[in-house]
């Protein structure tokens, strides 16, 4: 049990530190371990979803290696929910891949990833509404802002600004949910809310191993504030 534990610790380390190379594969290494040794825990599986949404997330585009670490996500994050519907990593992680994995598998996947996106990312919503920088509120709104309105879907801006609003009220100096809600605001006809956060954005310093995620926020706010 201590063992575990620890061996828990060391993959949160490694899957913080996800930009040094090997470490994402170090940490499913020894989540793949775990799993073997507590068949039952549904948080290992949690974690392995997080791990393999950060290898698709470093993966190129379009490749063959970005969709399967995406479904490897979604499997492991199936996995997690089937053992503990409730579960917060499980639901959060698995949505999140499935939502990237239906990108990659085009628009039609897309659309039918909508309806279990939602509801695991609501899930998460009710269970703690702060998990990863206000993550299910990021994601519903950025669902409610990306997705086709009716009668083809779900796209509702208003619905996007009140998750995105709150986000950015839970976890304000996380760049990323300034990003969303000023992309929001532009869709909305109102770059001038917008432009205070994209220069947050733009003069916050990149956070010392993710600069690589950062960076991307950073870009895309000063290409907006042009």
Same mark, same amino acid.
């Given at each position: 049990m201590v063992q575990s534990i620890v061996m828990l610790e060391e993959v949160s380390k490694l899957i913080d530190s996800r930009e040094t190379a090997g470490s994402l594969e170090k940490a499913i290494e020894l989540l793949e371990k775990l799993k073997a040794e507590n068949p039952e825990k549904d948080i290992i599986r949690g974690k392995l979803s997080? +791990?393999?949404?950060?290898?698709?997330?470093?993966?190129?585009?379009g490749t063959r290696e970005r969709e399967d670490a995406f479904d490897n996500g979604v499997k492991y994050g199936q996995e997690a929910i089937t053992l503990n519907p409730r579960a917060v990593y499980g639901n959060f992680w698995y949505a999140s891949n499935l939502g990237y994995l239906g990108m990659c598998r085009g628009a039609l996947a897309s659309l039918a990833s909508i309806d279990p996106f939602k509801k695991s990312m609501e899930v998460v919503l009710k269970e703690n509404e702060n998990f990863y920088f206000g *993550?299910?509120?990021?994601?519903?709104?950025?669902?409610?802002?990306?997705?086709? *309105?009716?009668?083809?879907?779900? *796209? /509702?801006? /208003?619905?996007?600004?009140?998750? %995105?609003?709150?986000?950015?009220?839970?976890?304000?100096? @996380?760049?990323? /949910?300034?990003?969303?809600? +000023?992309? %929001? %605001?532009?869709?909305? *006809?109102?770059?001038?809310?917008?432009? &205070?956060?994209?220069? @947050?954005?733009?003069?916050?310093?990149? /956070?010392?191993?993710? &600069?690589?995620?950062?960076?991307?926020?950073?870009?895309?706010? &000063?290409?907006?504030?042009?």
């Open positions: 997080s +791990a393999f949404f950060y290898k698709g997330l470093f993966s190129p585009e *993550g299910p509120h990021r994601a519903i709104g950025r669902l409610y802002h990306q997705a086709p *309105g009716w009668p083809i879907s779900i *796209g /509702n801006k /208003n619905k996007a600004f009140e998750h %995105l609003e709150k986000c950015v009220q839970l976890a304000p100096n @996380f760049m990323n /949910n300034r990003l969303y809600l +000023a992309e %929001l %605001l532009i869709d909305m *006809g109102k770059k001038d809310k917008a432009v &205070e956060h994209l220069n @947050f954005c733009k003069d916050t310093a990149l /956070n010392p191993g993710h &600069e690589k995620e950062d960076g991307v926020y950073k870009e895309q706010a &000063e290409k907006l504030l042009k």
